[in-house]
């Protein structure tokens, strides 16, 4: 057990750059969840997958966000023409269905800074 | 819809004094509750899950955390500070239902000699 990965740690942008970052889940866990964490606030819950089904997604996830999981397995979460509001920590989180705990276990989180 | 609220958002103890940090919850059915703990620039750890199982859980780090239905409460409490200690805590609620951890917006905790 690896523990979630996600890469990159950092990332430095332009306003109006695109962006992709990627998640890489505890392997046997079929959900992988998407955080977004603003200075001084908690995470506040963006999209969710099961297998590769994005079943919920946040009012926060705007046109400019998507996501996906094409194989069960890593996501992609891309911001297209980014804005300085888009400057946050980007959490990944992944859990097991089966566990009944709904305990979440996230990765160590992809820091963006949009200029 | 589900709430979390954590009063306090600093806190500060001495080194060997007792730690509270509190979370209160709203939910009309008794949710899963998580504490959770960030260093900086990093991801979440677990320190704690209340599942129903029992009222006082025991979490890593000498942490435990008390679900009190009556007052919808689950304070994180530790008997003796360490310097360790320092950092970010949040507190989350799972409905069960909905897929999503709804987190507070934190309390951070320093450590004084």
């Known amino acids: 057990d690896t523990g979630v990965s996600q890469d990159p740690r950092h990332k430095i942008t332009k306003r109006g750059q695109n962006v992709t970052f990627r998640c890489d889940p505890i392997?046997?866990?079929?959900?992988l969840y998407w955080y977004r964490q603003t200075l001084g606030q908690g995470p506040e819950f963006l999209t969710y997958?099961?297998?590769?089904?994005?079943?919920?997604k946040s009012r926060l996830l705007s046109d400019r966000f998507s996501a996906e999981r094409p194989k069960g397995s890593f996501s992609t979460l891309e911001i297209q023409r980014t804005e300085q509001g888009d400057s946050a920590m980007y959490l990944c989180?992944?859990?097991?269905?089966?566990?009944?705990?709904?305990?979440?276990?996230f990765g160590p989180g992809t820091r963006l800074t949009v200029l | 819809a589900q709430s979390v609220t954590q009063l306090g958002s600093h806190v500060s103890v001495s080194e060997g004094a007792l730690v509270l940090l509190r979370c209160n919850y709203s939910?009309?059915?008794?949710?899963?509750l998580f504490w959770y703990v960030q260093y900086p620039n990093q991801g979440l750890q677990l320190l704690l899950k209340?599942?129903?199982?029992?009222?006082l859980v025991k979490g890593i780090n000498g942490f435990e955390a008390e679900f009190k239905k009556s007052e919808t409460s689950f304070h994180l409490t530790k008997p003796s500070a360490h310097m360790s200690d320092a950092a970010e805590y949040f507190c989350?609620?799972?409905?069960?239902?909905?897929?999503?951890?709804?987190f507070g917006t934190g309390t951070r905790l320093q450590v004084t000699l």
């Open positions: 989180a992944s859990s097991i269905r089966a566990s009944g705990t709904h305990e979440q276990f």
């Open positions: 392997s046997e866990h079929n959900r």
């Open positions: 997958f099961q297998n590769e089904a994005q079943l919920e």
């Open positions: 939910s009309s059915v008794p949710p899963y």
């Open positions: 209340y599942t129903s199982a029992a009222t």
């Open positions: 989350a609620a799972h409905t069960g239902t909905a897929s999503k951890l709804t």
